[in-house]
């Protein structure tokens, strides 16, 4: 049941938590424990909101797994504490990492809302006051002592989507990240209006689990018109190479030169596990619907479906750390664990 425990922000870094300096009119991060007083209106929530924050904050094209194992442990040593975690972060890699932290924590059952800005807070026109506010109001919300959205979310420009759904799309204007498969759970306008159908809720209320295990033995291979054989070889040649995410045309069609599907079929035969995710970003992998993927399909590649590359790599470096099988981890793939896929 949700009581008054209130919401934590997290500030890793980013964007959203800079300030102007008045003297050097350079831009530089401000303590998060003081910002109600740049945001005064915060004051008027009826909970209790604090903050942690990142000693050194990081900027989003440095993130990495431990990283991410950082804000997990974060959100785990204070789950019982609070009825929700917004969590400030760069908007360049935050598909990456809400769609890791959407791994992560099984059994989640509190909203964990990840939100920043094009604009620091500091700056006249930003669009992070109105991000932070409204994903703190997302966080707390509740209906029949139960969270409205208790599951990892990235908040921008008024709409609420599943992480691990999300990529960022625009880097000049205020409405980054689209969620292109997948409705959003949420959008704000004059009211708070949730899409509740879409949403993920818990069948049971389990203790949390946080897994912090990661395998960096991924890769991802972008096909291209003229990609050569001696390409490929420098990728699966890779040492201790588990993995490929191999980014296909269209439904997952891929060049159907016999020196092509040979390689992905050697790769296949060295206990590499190949996944097909579709560089269109709507859409998903029908591998077999073409004959130019029925090679694929045949060689022992696994369909992505429409998995981001984003939420791809993330489960893959979580479920290859895990002491699992491959085919295990080839079922896993093709099953969709915390909403990143739709399977037909």
Known sequence: MIDNKGILLIYTGGTIGMIKDPVKGTLTPFDFSEVSDLIPELQRFTFNIETIQFESPVDSS??????????AEIIENNYNDYN?????????????????LSFMLENLAKPVIFTGAQLPLGILRT???????????????SENGQPMVPEVCVYFESKLYRGNRTTKVNAEHFNAFQSANYPYLARAGVELVFNR??????QVIEPLVVHKEFSDQITILKLF?????????????MKNLRAVILETYGAGNAPS?????????????SNI?????????????????????????????VSGYDITTEAAATKLMILLAQQLRDEEIKMLLNKSLKGEITIH
Not at 197 to 202: T, V
Request: charged share 25%; net charge negative; hydrophobic share 45%.
């Open 84 to 100: 929700g975690f917004v969590i400030l972060h760069g908007t360049d890699t935050m598909a990456y990492s809400a769609s890791a």
């Open 225 to 237: 018109p003229g990609i050569n054989r001696k390409y490929m070889d420098v990728v699966f040649g």
């Open 62 to 71: 440095d993130i990495h797994p431990g990283f991410w194992i950082r804000i």
């Open 197 to 202: 159908e879409f949403i993920r809720h818990p």
């Open 127 to 141: 669009d992070g006051k109105e991000n932070l506010i409204t994903a703190i109001e997302i966080a707390a919300a």
């Open 257 to 269: 030169a016999e020196w092509f599907t040979s390689r992905i079929k050697k790769a296949v035969d």
């Open 273 to 301: 596990i190949l996944l097909d995710v579709t560089q269109c970003s709507r859409g998903s992998v029908e591998l077999g619907r073409y004959e130019t993927s029925r090679t694929l399909l045949e060689a022992g590649v």
